[in-house]
């Protein structure tokens, strides 16, 4: 796999069958390898590791409705009340982040209302912090850490 923009973490790998798969360790399950889940897991390492979320505050790829439609984020960051600090979108190194990427997760934050968002194809990360009354968001250089 492609050598990405975050620190060199260690990965369980398995092969069967052909496929490649990865444990992740959020959904305790091997997951099959694509490039997309290759930045998702690098994501999630570079939560746990550098920014020092807790496991139980993290869940990666549920299912959520935005205008009645079915759509699946990748990872978000809990606050201990539940609510969602941080919204993640993740992309495959080949996907150039462009301005529908930033559409897609407004859109998904209508209805979770994180404080945080970010986006990213592993090679190229945006990070924000929400103005909700001004109905934008700020640019930012990093994530901040788990602070508790």
């Given at each position: 796999m492609q050598k990405l923009n975050f620190y060199s973490y260690?990965?369980?790998l398995k092969n069967s069958?052909?496929?490649v798969s990865i444990f992740d360790e959020i959904r305790k399950k091997f997951i099959v390898l694509t490039p997309e889940e290759w930045v998702r897991q690098h994501v999630v390492q570079f939560l746990l590791e550098e920014k020092?979320?807790?496991k139980s505050h993290i869940n990666v790829e549920k299912v959520l409705k935005v205008n009645g439609l079915r759509k699946r984020?990748?990872?978000v960051v809990y606050n201990p009340d539940?609510?969602?600090y941080i919204l993640i979108e993740c992309k495959a190194p080949e996907i150039k982040i462009a301005q529908a990427t930033f559409?897609?997760?407004a859109r998904?934050?209508?209805t979770m209302d994180a404080k945080f968002l970010m986006v990213t194809n592993g090679l190229n990360h945006y990070f924000c912090q929400m103005d909700f009354e001004n109905e934008k968001y700020?640019?930012?250089a990093d994530l901040p850490n788990y602070t508790t």
């Amino acid at each position: 796999m492609q050598k990405l923009n975050f620190y060199s973490y260690s990965f369980r790998l398995k092969n069967s069958e052909n496929k490649v798969s990865i444990f992740d360790e959020i959904r305790k399950k091997f997951i099959v390898l694509t490039p997309e889940e290759w930045v998702r897991q690098h994501v999630v390492q570079f939560l746990l590791e550098e920014k020092n979320y807790p496991k139980s505050h993290i869940n990666v790829e549920k299912v959520l409705k935005v205008n009645g439609l079915r759509k699946r984020y990748d990872v978000v960051v809990y606050n201990p009340d539940g609510s969602i600090y941080i919204l993640i979108e993740c992309k495959a190194p080949e996907i150039k982040i462009a301005q529908a990427t930033f559409d897609q997760i407004a859109r998904y934050n209508m209805t979770m209302d994180a404080k945080f968002l970010m986006v990213t194809n592993g090679l190229n990360h945006y990070f924000c912090q929400m103005d909700f009354e001004n109905e934008k968001y700020q640019f930012l250089a990093d994530l901040p850490n788990y602070t508790t």
